[in-house]
T-cell receptor, first 114, second 114 residues
Framework: DTAVSQTPKYLVTQMGNDKSIKCEQN?????MYWYKQDSKKFLKIMFS???????INETVPNRFSPKSPDKAHLNLHINSLELGDSAVYFC?????????????FGSGTQLSVL | AQSVTQLGSHVSVSEGALVLLRCNYS??????LFWYVQYPNQGLQLLLK??????LVKGINGFEAEFKKSETSFHLTKPSAHMSDAAEYFC????????????FGTGTRLLVSP
């Protein structure tokens, strides 16, 4: 019954590799996000999709490519991993309405690049 | 543009004591303000939010926050801390309406001692 689920929970990999993180939500939301949380716990938005369309794209290296096959899924693919990519990546979703977005977060994917 | 400053990366209280976590914001438009809580190895959960209207907002688990426009503050309080309140707390701001991204503060870790 997990609302927003991410896989894998932990990802340990070597520099230069390519990896993907998957995210799925069963809340019927039409907007999904990727956030990056660094070692100092600072959370910064990376991307947001609404109905499979990219609506927010922060200054993120183009090695990061989000893919939304449908509005319930938003995957994150990372090419040529670097040490600085080590962080916790959170997927989130929200419903589109006139008020402020209430985000529902997944439990995070801890990425360690060696 | 919006930004959030959380004063104090760590706050320690005794069980039963008052909890006060400070948040100041900057926004060029009327802000929406949020407090999220993150328990270890979990995603963020919404505690409470301010949109418009009543400036004292009540949230879950006995927490409340007061929007003070003159002070650009949105401090989080709880009259009596429980051990289960130990977590990381994030203040966030958005500009309101549409596809607005949340801008998070750097978080405050609340430590509760017996």
């Amino acid at each position: 019954d997990t609302a927003v689920s991410q896989t894998p929970k932990y990802l340990v990999t070597q520099m230069g590799n390519d990896k993907s993180i998957k995210c799925e939500q069963n809340l019927g939301h039409d907007t999904m996000y990727w956030y990056k949380q660094d070692s100092k716990k600072f959370l910064k938005i990376m991307f947001s999709y609404n109905n499979k369309e990219l609506i927010i794209n922060e200054t993120v290296p183009n090695r990061f490519s989000p893919k939304s096959p449908d509005k319930a899924h938003l995957n994150l693919h990372i090419n040529s991993l670097e040490l600085g990519d080590s962080a916790v990546y959170f997927c989130a979703s929200s419903a589109r309405d006139l008020g402020p977005p209430k985000l529902f977060f997944g439990s995070g994917t801890q990425l360690s690049v060696l | 543009a919006q930004s959030v400053t959380q004063l104090g990366s760590h706050v320690s209280v005794s069980e039963g004591a008052l909890v006060l976590l400070r948040c100041n914001y900057s926004s060029s438009v009327p802000p929406y303000l949020f407090w999220y809580v993150q328990y270890p190895n979990q995603g963020l959960q919404l505690l409470l939010k301010y949109t418009t209207g009543a400036t004292l907002v009540k949230g879950i688990n006995g927490f409340e926050a007061e929007f003070k426009k003159s002070e650009t503050s949105f401090h989080l309080t709880k009259p009596s801390a429980h051990m289960s309140d130990a977590a990381e707390y994030f203040c966030a701001v958005s500009g309101g309406g549409g596809f607005q991204k949340l801008v998070f503060g750097t978080g405050t870790r609340l430590l509760v001692s017996p």
